[in-house]
């Protein structure tokens, strides 16, 4: 073989290698995509509303899958596979301005009556145990008081667990189930809070 057919093959195989690289690249890009659309997402606690669950500084992993696949843009689910539950703490797409996510916890679904009297609430008029609920001002704890509301169909009432420090369906209602982004389940990062790494989050 000629030094010149030797120079053709050399540039043959590198532009495979080269149309190799990119094929993998792209296959990647589109892998990365479809897991963030439909499968988990990565979020950052940026307040202080659901302390002491989550801390300012958290970094999460939202499962998008286990409320069903949804068209992205479109918040429509085309396979439903489960609906929130009570106490599960959910990321959604703030009502007030779409192009905020929120996380809270789920406390009134779809139907039910709510009532907050000072630090107890009450789902249908039976007082909820509310063993995530944090209080840090005993004043304003003392005189707060919401309702009585119902839940309309296909909507949540969710609050953050910091209860006299949050903004949430007290201050601007409901959040439509279609708004639902996934379920938060485990803390991957956090800083200056490491022991926190790989919590589960309940």
């Not at 918040?75 to 990321?91: F, G, H, M, N």
């Amino acid at each position: 073989m000629s030094a010149k057919q030797e120079i053709v093959k050399g540039k043959i195989r590198k532009k495979g290698l080269i149309r190799e690289y990119i094929e993998a690249a792209l296959i990647a890009v589109v892998l990365a995509l479809f897991i963030r659309t439909f499968v988990v997402q990565a979020f950052k606690i940026p307040s202080g509303s659901m302390e002491p669950t989550l801390l300012v500084g958290d970094h999460i992993l939202v499962n998008k899958f286990i409320y069903g696949v949804k068209l992205p843009y479109l918040q429509k689910t085309i396979i439903p596979v489960s609906k929130p539950k009570r106490e599960d703490v959910i990321v959604f797409i703030y009502p007030v301005d779409k192009s905020k996510d929120f996380i809270k916890r789920v406390i009134g679904l779809p139907g039910e009556k709510i009532e907050i009297i000072g630090k107890k609430i009450y789902i249908n008029g039976k007082p909820y145990s509310d063993p995530h609920g944090y209080y840090t001002d005993p004043h304003r704890s003392r005189k707060n008081r919401f309702g009585p509301v119902v839940v309309p169909p296909n909507h949540l009432f969710v609050m953050g667990d910091n209860r006299d420090h949050s903004y949430d369906s007290r201050y601007w209602g409901f959040v439509p189930m279609k708004s639902v982004k996934g379920k938060a389940f485990i803390i991957y990062w956090s800083w200056p809070h490491w022991k926190r790494m790989f919590h589960i989050i309940r």
